[in-house]
């Protein structure tokens, strides 16, 4: 795998850690993102949630500022070695 042409860096980083996100099935119920695990798919752990979400599933509802510096050692993505 080529990881910087086969992985999709913007919908990591999109969907990054921590922020607030609502399933669009199942409107007003807030869920927290764990992780974006991009060797998977689906890509995207919700905190409490056993099943893993695509992003056409969930909706950010609380997007926190992010700052001019990304430190990506603090990004929780995970990638297979």
Not at 20 to 36: C, M, N, R, W
């Amino acid at each position: 795998m080529n990881i910087n042409t086969d992985t999709d860096w913007e919908e990591a980083f999109e969907y990054r850690a921590g922020l607030t996100v609502e399933l669009k099935s199942q409107p007003g119920i807030l869920h927290t993102i764990a992780y974006y695990e991009v060797m998977m798919v689906p890509p995207i752990w919700l905190e409490n949630d056993p099943l893993p979400r695509y992003a056409h599933e969930l909706r950010v509802v609380l997007q926190p500022k992010v700052s001019n510096v990304c430190r990506i050692s603090e990004c929780r993505i995970l990638l297979a070695s």
